[in-house]
T-cell receptor, first 114, second 116 residues
Framework: AQSVTQLGSHVSVSEGALVLLRCNYS??????LFWYVQYPNQGLQLLLKYTTGATLVKGINGFEAEFKKSETSFHLTKPSAHMSDAAEYFC????????????FGTGTRLKVLA | GAGVSQSPSNKVTEKGKDVELRCDPISGHTALYWYRQSLGQGLEFLIY????????KSGLPSDRFSAERTGGSVSTLTIQRTQQEDSAVYLC??????????????FGPGTRLLVL
């Protein structure tokens, strides 16, 4: 069965500091991996995804993530945090068995300190 | 273009009443998903529709929950005899099915349900 683990339900960084949000997955087959961001009282917006090809994936708003098969990880990073990055971030793996439904991690709430 | 829309945005109901939540997917998207976001449970899959295929109902938590998708477009999620534990945000997503998967799901803003 697929599963996703996000370490740290809350992460605080200073404005301008590196953002690192961790995601590990378990999958019996090569996964499709996604990061979504959710701002208060809004739906989920795709930041980036990995399907095949280059393992370093660049997304919107300066975020990127690297797929590391040997570590079963897909950590999200951004070199310099901005106040507007404060939100909740969800890592998800897509079930490859036909429906491609998402299995989500529990989310990480990012706080950016001035 | 227009994104996924959901209505109502907020719903307050009394325990035991039935509620209907509506989702309008992106035009042309053949796949439609419902998820529930609640405290303590995170985001969980409820049901999936793809074209004219039988839906995958494996995530529905009880037989009080049902959903339909008419004409391959609009979907309605119905909760009968609501309970307080049904209070959550119900999210709808749609996608354009790609061979082999990996497509992006586009989410609506959600319906926030509160059962008193």
């Amino acid at each position: 069965a697929q599963s996703v683990t996000q370490l740290g339900s809350h992460v605080s960084v200073s404005e301008g500091a590196l953002v690192l949000l961790r995601c590990n997955y378990s999958s019996s087959v090569p996964p499709y991996l996604f990061w979504y961001v959710q701002y208060p009282n809004q739906g989920l917006q795709l930041l980036l995804k990995y399907t095949t090809g280059a393992t370093l994936v660049k997304g919107i708003n300066g975020f990127e993530a690297e797929f590391k098969k040997s570590e079963t990880s897909f950590h999200l990073t951004k070199p310099s945090a901005h106040m507007s990055d404060a939100a909740e971030y969800f890592c998800a793996v897509s079930d490859p068995t036909g429906t491609y439904k998402y299995i989500f991690g529990t989310g990480t709430r990012l706080k950016v300190l001035a | 273009g227009a994104g996924v829309s959901q209505s109502p945005s907020n719903k307050v109901t009394e325990k035991g009443k039935d509620v209907e939540l509506r989702c309008d997917p992106i035009s042309g998207h053949t796949a439609l998903y419902w998820y529930r976001q609640s405290l303590g449970q995170g985001l969980e899959f409820l049901i999936y529709f793809q074209g004219n295929s039988a839906p995958d109902k494996s995530g529905l938590p009880s037989d009080r929950f049902s959903a339909e998708r008419t004409g391959g477009s609009v979907s309605t999620l119905t909760i009968q005899r609501t309970q307080q534990e049904d209070s959550a945000v119900y999210l709808c997503a749609s996608s354009l099915r790609l061979a082999g998967g990996g497509e992006t799901q586009y989410f609506g803003p959600g319906t926030r349900l509160l059962v008193l």
